[in-house]
């Protein structure tokens, strides 16, 4: 071949080989995009999604460098997600390689923060290419359309805070008793006995009961024993007459004191107490008493016991002298009821004289009322007498939370907190507060350190639906019947655990209406749709000017409502 020919063949293959080099990146396609999910959904706070994209082959210039950026465009203006690199296959930067030959897939993540003024948008993609130095656009590409915002419906604010609990019992049950002391082998009372402190108080107790209107004897239990020494028929007999002659001893001590209502006088009988000699062996300084203790684990027959204890003969003189007369008794048990105050007398000495309250009656006076503005009355009263109990400024502060006075609810949870650094209910009501104002992380403390606290579940559901974590959402939310519990199952498509929970909502507020028209819109259901939606708009008729932009309820025609 001539030297000629050669340079004009050379020349066409690099004019061929560098068309893909010199040449414009031609318009990108909407076909050549998909986004999932379609359409775009909220999880937690934001909106995340990812858009596939397949270039064809022949396409993607080998020295062409594209800066895509995903923008969700809406009426309010336009909000762009992190640009992604895709280049050619001669570029040398960190983007993705799409080759151009075979062309490639790639794909684009997108994420932003939501706000309300995305339900109705257009997710679009642009395009900013650098080709060898030459930078020009290309036009935009929609593969999108509006934003699902139902896991926005997750809100702290409905949560109830944790309420510090009164202690008020309106029936406080006491129970006295004093032991009567027996000779060996001997079952009568003894005078002595009866003057010993012991019993004299208990029997003031029951004349005193008896006396007060306000408390009533619920019953009297005589307890008798014998020592484990001798043969078991004796110990039989014996605790059975010392049972016997205590009785009588107690009812003509009852007669005499003019007791006639003390309920029921029961009694019962042990014919050898050895786990009463097991008690104080453990806490005596006796010799070997370990090995004491050893034979009564070993051996169940109480003869045979007897007889090994016996053997010992080294230590059985001090059980003699320090144990067993501690075993020939009586008990005599009072149970005394104390009936406290009625709600009316509560009531009246809160409007008349509440210093005359203990704070767990004060306490107790607030869950009378279902009324928050009383509710709070009665712990601004409370924090006022007792300023040193942290329930009382904790509970004020759940009253101003459910009012929406965030600041002020705050500013009583980390006082009580003062007053009881200890204290989880305030802890977790942080939390509570701390989520409405963004700060997660925060949150996220003060409720871990309210584990145990029986709302703190709810909290930690909220939280967890507001981080995108739905399954951690409905494993703290547990069998909860709440808006936000039936919320987690929407967006975990358990429709039917959905329905079930908010059919068990004891009191349906507008979001629980319009959760259920979310499920019926779910579930094909256009008549559930209509009856919810037209329900949650009586109560809050924001409801419906949310649902006529809600793609949950794209297919349905809202114009009746």
């Known amino acids: 071949m001539s030297k000629k020919i050669m340079l004009v063949a050379l020349g066409a ?11 414009k990146l ?36 080998k020295n062409a460098q594209v800066q895509v950026t995903p923008v969700l465009v809406y009426d309010a203006g336009e909000t762009p997600s992190a640009p992604y690199t895709i280049q050619g296959e001669n570029v040398r930067a960190n983007g993705t390689v799409v080759n151009y030959e075979n062309g490639g897939s790639v794909m684009i993540p997108f994420n932003v923060v939501y706000s309300p003024d995305m339900a ?43 309420t510090a609990r009164d202690a008020f019992q309106r029936i406080i049950n006491e129970k006295y008793s004093a032991d009567i002391h027996f000779l060996i082998n001997q079952a009568n009372v003894r005078g002595s006995e009866l003057s010993q402190q012991g019993y004299v108080d208990l029997g003031q107790r029951l004349q005193q009961a008896a006396a007060d209107s306000a408390r009533v004897i619920e019953g009297i239990t005589v307890s008798s024993y014998a020592s484990p020494e001798g043969a078991y028929d004796f110990n039989k007999a014996l605790a059975e007459r010392r049972e016997q002659s205590t009785n009588a001893t107690v009812l003509s001590q009852l007669k005499k004191d003019k007791i006639t209502e003390f309920g029921e006088l029961t009694s019962n009988f042990t014919p050898e107490d050895w786990e009463g000699f097991r008690t104080l062996v453990q806490q005596s300084n006796i010799q070997d008493k370990a090995l004491i203790l050893d034979v009564l684990s070993m051996q169940t027959d109480p003869e045979l016991r007897e007889k090994e204890i016996r053997n010992l003969s080294g230590v059985f003189d001090e059980l003699a002298d320090q144990i067993l007369p501690q075993l020939r008794y009586s008990r005599v048990q009072a149970s005394i009821n104390v009936i406290g105050k009625s709600d009316e007398q509560l009531v009246n000495l809160f409007n008349t004289n509440p210093s005359a309250l203990t704070a767990d009656e004060m306490l107790y006076i607030a869950t009378l009322t279902g009324d928050n503005n009383k509710k709070m009355e009665v712990y601004n009263k409370a924090c006022e007498v007792f300023p040193q109990d942290y329930r009382s400024f904790n509970n004020l502060g759940l009253t101003q939370y459910v009012a929406g006075d965030y600041e002020g609810a705050m500013a009583n949870f980390e006082h009580a907190l003062r007053l009881n650094p200890q204290a989880r209910e305030p802890e977790m009501n942080k939390g509570l507060v701390e989520m409405l104002r963004g700060q997660y992380s925060t949150a996220y403390q003060s409720l871990g350190a309210a584990a145990g606290v029986p709302e703190a579940g709810e909290a930690m559901g909220v939280y967890y639906l507001q981080q995108g974590n739905v399954p951690a959402a409905i494993s703290a939310f547990g069998d909860s019947k709440s808006n936000n519990a039936a919320l987690a199952r929407i967006l975990n498509k358990d429709y039917a655990g959905a329905r079930d929970i908010l059919s068990a909502i004891s009191t349906p507020d507008a979001t629980t209406y319009y959760l259920t028209a979310v499920l019926g819109a779910r579930t094909g259901n256009e008549s559930m749709v209509l009856s919810n939606l037209r329900q949650a708009g009586r109560l809050d008729p924001s409801m419906l000017t949310r649902a006529k932009n809600d793609l949950e309820f794209a297919r349905y025609s809202l114009s009746l409502l």
Do not use: H, W
């Open 13 to 23: 293959l690099v004019l061929a080989g560098g068309s893909s080099c010199s040449k």
């Open 120 to 162: 109705q948008s257009t997710l679009y993609l642009d395009f900013a290419v650098d080709q060898n130095g030459k930078k020009y656009t290309l036009p935009r590409v929609k593969v999108g359309t509006g934003v699902v915002a139902t896991a926005t419906l997750a809100n702290a604010a409905t949560v109830t805070p944790a």
């Open 26 to 61: 031609g318009q990108f396609k909407s076909e050549y995009f998909t986004l999932n999910p379609e359409p775009l959904e909220v999880q937690g706070l934001n909106v995340p999604a990812t858009v596939a994209a397949a270039i064809p082959a022949k396409f993607m210039q």
